[in-house]
């Protein structure tokens, strides 16, 4: 089975443009997860989607929204982007069938992106 | 507001010795979920293990085991008989036991094996 993917693997862009980065989950899961993950430091939680549905929401500015679509793959856009922006992001699924125990995160391999 | 604290920025060691990733964290939650992924050069975050609150518990599991004390909030990591291979960054990460999954992730801790 596919695992989670993610396009771009790589974006360079400059500063005050907009991004759109996606994320297609692994089959049969519902619920979408985006972290930004800056050099030398881990994962920080952005978003989660549910059943299209925005279920948690990091501290992050306006400037970040994401959607989920009918088929669950997911869509990150960043406006005006600033330098600090330049970072790993990552997209995770999981299956969340109510149980804890099976609300694993699976993560795809990140799309790298660089702000000029 | 929880927090996960990997106080080792770095370790260095050489082939076939033991190395332990110290993890400490906190969380107002009576119940969760601890976990260790690594991260290769790749950059894919990989599962390793997870253990519950409520279990205490400490596995070993091939060349990996782990040490979870809830009294002194700590979840420690060890690589029994290092490996070239496992030269990654390591996180430990916390979750909530509740219906939303979403992970709260130390700084990581690189591990160089050399040969």
């Known amino acids: 089975d596919a695992g989670v993917t993610q396009s771009p693997t790589h974006l360079i862009k400059t500063r005050g443009q907009h991004v759109t980065l996606r994320c297609s989950p692994i089959?049969?899961?519902?619920?979408v997860s985006w972290y930004q993950q800056v050099l030398g430091q881990g994962p920080q939680f952005i978003f989660q989607?549910?059943?299209?549905?925005?279920?948690g929401r990091g501290n992050f500015p306006d400037r970040f929204s994401a959607r989920q679509f009918p088929n669950y793959s997911s869509e990150l856009n960043v406006n005006a982007l600033l330098l600090g922006d330049s970072a790993l992001y990552l997209c995770?699924?999981?299956?969340?069938?109510?149980?804890?125990?099976?609300?694993?995160?699976?993560f795809g391999p990140g799309t790298r992106l660089t702000v000029l | 507001a929880q927090k996960v604290t990997q106080a080792q920025t770095e370790i260095s060691v050489v082939e076939k010795e033991d190395v332990t990733l110290d993890c400490v964290y906190e969380?107002?939650?009576?119940?969760?979920?601890l976990f260790w992924y690594k991260q290769p050069p790749s950059g894919e975050l990989v599962f390793l293990i997870r253990?519950?609150?409520?279990?205490?518990q400490n596995e070993i599991s091939g060349r990996y085991s782990w040490n979870f004390q809830k009294s002194t909030s700590s979840f420690n990591f060890t690589i029994t008989a290092s490996q070239v291979v496992d030269s990654a960054v390591y996180f430990c990460?916390?979750?909530?036991?509740?219906?939303?999954?979403?992970?709260?992730f130390g700084k990581g801790t690189m591990l160089l094996v050399s040969p």
């Open positions: 995770a699924s999981s299956p969340d069938r109510g149980n804890p125990t099976y609300n694993e995160q699976f």
């Open positions: 089959s049969g899961h519902k619920s």
């Open positions: 989607y549910y059943e299209k549905e925005e279920r």
């Open positions: 969380t107002r939650d009576t119940t969760y979920y």
């Open positions: 253990r519950n609150s409520f279990d205490e």
């Open positions: 990460a916390l979750r909530p036991n509740s219906g939303y999954s979403t992970l709260t």
